[in-house]
C-alpha cells in the first residue's frame, strides 16, 4: 500500500484523521489479534511537541487513547510541572496494540520486540509527516528505538537536543512507567526530577523557539 513515509508524491498529505481510521485495521503484525484495538496517537493536529511512548497499556487498550492509566498519571504530573499543556502536544506510542499475557483473569504488559517495533514504525513515520512536530521526545527505549529506527541508549543520549531530521529536533527521556516501578522513594523522586528536567528542556526549546518566529 502506498504511504507518505515511502512515497514522497504523499509527504504532507494524510491527514490524522484518515491514518487514524486506516490504522484501526492495521495487520502488520500479529498483535491485533489479542488486543481489544488499535490505540492511535492523539492531540493537537500541528503541535510543536510529539510525545512518543512505548505501547498501550490495559487501560489505553480498553479506552482507545494512549495514556489515560497508571502511567499517563505520570506523565500528566510531569508535563503540568514543566509548563507544557497535554491539548497543546501530540501523544502517541511506538506500537500501537497492547502486548500481554494473561495471568489468570490479568493482563500482564509484554515489551515489545523489534520486529513488533519495525512493523508498526509506518504509523509513527506518517504521524510525523502529518504533525510536523519541532521536537519530538521518545520516552523509554522502545520509544528511542522506533524514533531513531535503531536502538539507542536513553542513558547516553539524555539531556541534549539531537538532530533527527532537517527541522526536527530529538529529546530522550526514560518512560513514565519506570518511574512507576522504582521501588526506593528517594530514587523515585530524583528520578521524577530528572524526567521533568528533561521536559523542561523540551518546553524551554519550544518556548525560545516560538518567540524567535
Ligand atoms: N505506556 C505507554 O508507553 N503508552 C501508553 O499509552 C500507556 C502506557
Given at each position: 500500500m502506498r504511504h507518505a513515509a515511502r512515497d514522497p508524491d504523499l509527504f504532507?498529505?494524510?491527514?490524522l484523521t484518515d491514518l487514524h481510521k486506516e490504522a484501526a485495521h492495521c495487520?502488520?503484525?500479529?498483535?491485533?489479534?489479542?488486543?481489544?484495538q488499535t490505540v492511535f496517537g492523539e492531540g493537537a493536529a500541528h503541535a510543536p511537541i510529539m510525545l512518543v511512548g512505548e505501547q498501550p497499556g490495559d487501560k489505553e487498550d480498553l479506552a482507545g487513547?494512549?495514556?489515560?492509566g497508571p502511567a499517563g498519571q505520570v506523565l500528566d504530573r510531569g508535563l503540568d510541572e514543566a509548563k507544557i499543556p497535554r491539548n497543546k502536544i501530540y501523544i502517541t506510542n511506538a506500537v500501537k496494540h497492547f502486548k500481554f499475557v494473561l495471568r489468570g483473569k490479568v493482563r500482564l504488559h509484554q515489551k515489545p520486540n523489534t520486529s513488533e517495533i519495525r512493523a508498526c514504525r509506518q504509523w509513527y513515520e506518517r504521524e510525523l509527516l502529518a504533525v510536523k512536530p519541532a521536537l519530538v521526545v521518545a520516552m523509554g527505549a522502545t520509544a528511542a528505538q522506533c524514533v531513531f529506527g535503531k536502538i539507542t541508549p536513553i542513558g547516553k543520549n539524555r539531556g541534549h537536543l539531537l538532530d533527527l531530521t532537517e527541522n526536527t529536533k530529538a529529546l530522550v527521556t526514560v518512560h513514565p512507567s519506570y518511574l512507576l516501578r522504582l521501588p526506593d522513594a528517594d530514587a523515585k523522586a530524583r528520578e521524577y526530577a530528572h524526567f521533568v528536567s528533561d521536559l523542561k528542556l523540551a518546553f524551554e526549546y519550544i518556548h525560545h523557539k516560538e518567540k524567535a518566529t
Open positions: 504532507g498529505t494524510e491527514s495487520r502488520a503484525c500479529h498483535l491485533y489479534k489479542d488486543a481489544t487513547k494512549p495514556f489515560v
